[in-house]
């Protein structure tokens, strides 16, 4: 157990439709990073956020936005929902002792599997 | 995008074997961590070796790092089968603004066999 939360663990929709996917950090962990992972792209970085501050975005859709909140969870929330967004989205947390998280240990929630249908 | 290539894709071993997995990447790193996922679950953190560091140890695991050929390998001695997983390596990019991110390669399938 990594003592990050994500929920919900599954999550089937339609077409058009707007989710919200959550994630509680390590107690102690300041940052917190969305990943992407689907069969043709991998595992791709979506977005990072320290402390309620947006750090670094990657290749995240227009469609997908992020916050984190003054307790430090984070919620990730998808809209306009296409076939292609069906994945698995990770959250990871790290200390962030830097504000970047560069040379530190991320570690993993479970994950949300996500079926857009 | 993915920086790291990991090789081979798949591997199938009998148990007691060892393993080997190499990963090459593109840019200049910080960090090369390497991630083990057991099917369709979260990522397990394995060891991270900084850009100044050849060789790490942990338990069963050995990793290398050679910055000049951008490659790295996990070595996993004495197999089980409950190693059996995908294994990804990460780096993280000391220059730009994602510092702190992960970026992953396309990982290898091991399957070990008791």
């Known amino acids: 157990d990594s003592g990050v939360t994500q929920t919900p663990k599954h999550l089937i929709t339609a077409t058009g439709q707007r989710v919200t996917l959550r994630c509680s950090p390590r107690s102690g962990d300041l940052s917190v990073y969305w990943y992407q992972q689907s069969l043709d792209q991998g595992l791709q970085f979506l977005i990072q956020y320290y402390n309620g501050e947006e750090r670094a975005k990657g290749n995240i859709l227009e469609r997908f936005s992020a916050q984190q909140f003054p307790d430090l969870h984070s919620e990730l929330n998808l809209s306009s929902l296409e076939l292609g967004d069906s994945a698995l989205y990770f959250c990871a947390s790290s200390v962030a002792s830097s504000g970047r998280g560069l040379g530190e240990t991320q570690y993993f929630g479970p994950g949300t599997r996500l079926l857009v249908l | 995008s993915q920086q790291g290539e990991e090789d081979p894709q798949a591997l199938s071993i009998q148990e007691g074997e060892n393993a080997t997995m190499n990963c090459s990447y593109k840019t200049s790193i910080n960090n090369l961590q390497w991630y083990r996922q057991n099917s369709g679950r979260g990522l397990v953190h394995l060891i991270l070796?900084?850009?100044?560091?050849r060789e790490k140890h942990s338990g069963r695991l050995r990793v290398t790092l050679d910055t000049s050929k951008k490659s790295s390998s996990l070595l996993i001695t004495a197999s089980r089968a409950a190693d059996t997983a995908s294994y990804f390596c990460a780096t993280q990019n000391p220059y730009g603004g994602s510092q702190g991110n992960l970026i992953f390669g396309k990982g290898t399938k091991l399957s070990v066999k008791p």
């Open positions: 070796i900084r850009s100044n560091e």
